[in-house]
Nanobody, 120 residues
Framework: QVQLVESGGGEVQPGESLTLSCKVT????????MGWYRQVPGKQRELVAS???????NVVDAVRDRFTISRDNAKATAYLQMENLKPEDTAMYYC??????????????WGQGTQVTVSS
């Protein structure tokens, strides 16, 4: 079983910052990619950013100049630094991971979600 626990959401005003964290625990599963999707009620879940165990990073154009994703492999934890937050960033953020077990691809597995609200 693969479990992800994420935290760091909250309510902030436009221009402020938040940092999300996500820790994965697994038995034999080998983590390859970690990242976040976000979702607004009534809309499709969309990718925000991802990072692989060998350091390849993908951040979507909408947030690339404001969000930074990083990873501590020793702690099996990923971080999403979100700066200059905007109202359109308001969403439920879901951490995810994908990897392999016995040479088979596994996942995605999802965290419980953390709410980010940006408003005045």
């Amino acid at each position: 079983q693969v479990q992800l626990v994420e935290s760091g959401g909250g309510e902030v005003q436009p221009g402020e910052s938040l940092t999300l964290s996500c820790k994965v625990t697994a038995s034999i599963f080998r983590v390859y990619v970690m990242g976040w999707y976000r979702q607004v009620p009534g809309k499709q879940r969309e990718l925000v950013a991802s990072i692989t165990s060998d350091g390849n990073i993908n951040v979507v154009d909408a947030v690339r100049d404001r969000f930074t994703i990083s990873r501590d492999n020793a702690k099996a934890t990923a971080y999403l630094q979100m700066e200059n937050l905007k109202p359109e960033d308001t969403a439920m953020y879901y951490c995810y991971t994908g990897g392999s077990y016995s040479s088979y691809n596994r996942g995605p597995y999802w965290g419980q979600g953390t709410q980010v609200t940006v408003s005045s």
